[in-house]
């Protein structure tokens, strides 16, 4: 398999289907990485722009709260993976967020996943999501790629958690951090921030562990 000619370490968002959190999870494993001190960058490769306008947000936001940490993201378009590791000189990680449908090009996300160090599959415990994650990370798994399934909107006290942690054992490695269904994790999005830059946020904690795996699994 084709490696990366750069230090950078990629961290891909992954899954075939919408809403599965991809866009969430990206931002707060971005500022996970800048709030410990890392060189780090976003990069959105969904057409919609969803991680390049929380950015964006996050830009005007420090304006006024400059303490928070900056997090850069460009938008990828038809830019050849050469093109795109140029982006990367000097960054010490990426965090990728995908597009939703990636079965439509899926010679580009093979490609993606293969020059990763790690691919994140995001997925709710429902019959729906469940589904439509499975047979894309078999399609994937032929690549060689590094990566785990993460439950997201998880209630471990509910029969749908066990039997969505089990279906995904069958096929996969499961992250053992799971997200929890929490308004902190979701709401700062419209203003540019994530449950990281609040104190005490309930969600901050689960994601500083999930940040704290991947950095491990990626040798950062």
Not at 28 to 50: C, H, K, M, S
Not at 67 to 80: C, G
Not at 106 to 112: D, F, I, N, Q, T
């Amino acid at each position: 398999m084709a490696r990366r000619g750069t230090g950078c370490r990629v961290i891909v968002l992954g899954g075939s289907k919408g809403g599965c959190g991809r866009s969430t999870i990206s931002r707060n494993l971005l500022v996970a990485a800048r709030q410990a001190g890392l060189q780090a960058i976003g990069l959105d490769f969904d057409e919609q722009r969803t991680f390049r306008k929380w950015a964006d947000r996050r830009a005007k936001q420090r304006e006024s709260v400059p303490q928070i940490v900056e997090a850069e993201v460009v938008a990828i378009k038809d830019e050849s993976w050469a093109e795109i590791e140029r982006k990367l000189d000097g960054f010490e990680v990426a965090v990728v967020d995908t597009a939703p449908g990636v079965e439509n090009n899926m010679a580009r996300m093979v490609e993606l996943c293969e020059r990763a160090d790690f691919v994140l599959v995001p997925t709710s415990p429902s019959t729906d999501d469940l589904e439509s994650v499975v047979p894309w990370w078999r399609s994937l798994s032929t690549t060689g790629m590094r990566g785990a399934f993460v439950l997201n909107k998880a209630n471990r006290r509910t029969r749908s958690f066990a039997s969505a942690r089990s279906a995904l054992l069958k096929y996969g490695t499961l992250a053992p951090i799971e997200i929890p269904q929490l308004e902190d994790i979701a709401a700062p999005f419209s203003a540019g921030l994530t449950s990281l830059d609040y104190e005490k946020a309930k969600g901050a904690d689960v994601m500083q562990d999930l940040w704290r795996h991947l950095r491990r699994e990626v040798g950062l």
